[in-house]
T-cell receptor, first 117, second 116 residues
Framework: AQTVTQSQPEMSVQEAETVTLSCTYDTSESDYYLFWYKQPPSRQMILVIR??????QNATENRFSVNFQKAAKSFSLKISDSQLGDAAMYFCAYSDAGGTSYGKLTFGQGTILTVHP | DGGITQSPKYLFRKEGQNVTLSCEQN?????MYWYRQDPGQGLRLIYY???????QKGDIAEGYSVSREKKESFPLTVTSAQKNPTAFYLCASTYRRAPLNTGELFFGEGSRLTVL
């Protein structure tokens, strides 16, 4: 079974600075998706960024980027120019790309990000 | 506006009672999912359904039941057999068919169940 590990229960960053959240995963599949979701205090899960395993290029979405290391099974999230609104719980998640497991996300335990003004 | 609606937001149950959480989506998504969230444990999959009239157990299905009679609806029943039902429950959905099958799950706002 696939597993996702987030080794940082909590992280903090000063406003306007950069922070990196870590995630490792374990799978025997070659084609899969990786995600970072954000859960603010409202508890609504919001997709931050998505990576397809067959793509070598790291995904970016404005101030958010990932460092995808397929051989090392590592998928870290970098938040640049941190803003107060970035404060939330961040979850790393894995999904097989197809078949009967499509859409079944396996989540890490989450990292609470605090942003200091 | 398209989206996923979960109700109720908050629900209190006495021990021994069954309760049903509603999940409705108007996004024309094929697949729907129920996750449970406990503090410090992330989200865990309870049940999922990839087509109408079919559903599969997830990792923690014991004490729960579902139905998928309509594409838009995927209600979750928490039965009295669930030993520790107090948790936050999230419903999600997604497309299965190309070219919209990006794997991304879209989530509802969740339902908080408390057993008294």
């Amino acid at each position: 079974a696939q597993t996702v590990t987030q080794s940082q229960p909590e992280m903090s960053v000063q406003e306007a600075e950069t922070v990196t959240l870590s995630c490792t995963y374990d799978t025997s599949e070659s084609d899969y998706y990786l995600f970072w979701y954000k859960q603010p205090p409202s508890r609504q899960m919001i997709l931050v960024i998505r990576q397809e395993a067959y793509k070598q290029q790291n995904a970016t979405e404005n101030r958010f980027s990932v460092n995808f290391q397929k051989a090392a099974k590592s998928f870290s999230l970098k938040i640049s120019d941190s803003q107060l609104g970035d404060a939330a719980m961040y979850f790393c998640a894995y999904s097989d790309a197809g078949g009967t497991s499509y859409g079944k996300l396996t989540f890490g335990q989450g990292t609470i990000l605090t942003v200091h003004p | 506006d398209g989206g996923i609606t979960q109700s109720p937001k908050y629900l209190f149950r006495k021990e021994g009672q069954n309760v049903t959480l509603s999940c409705e989506q108007n996004l024309n998504h094929d697949a729907m999912y129920w996750y449970r969230q406990d503090p410090g444990q992330g989200l865990r999959l309870i049940y999922y359904s990839q087509i109408v009239n079919d559903f599969q157990k997830g990792d923690i299905a014991e004490g729960y039941s579902v139905s998928r009679e309509k594409k838009e609806s995927f209600p979750l029943t928490v039965t009295s057999a669930q030993k520790n039902p107090t948790a936050f429950y999230l419903c999600a959905s997604t497309y299965r068919r190309a070219p919209l099958n990006t794997g991304e799950l879209f989530f509802g706002e969740g339902s908080r169940l408390t057993v008294l």
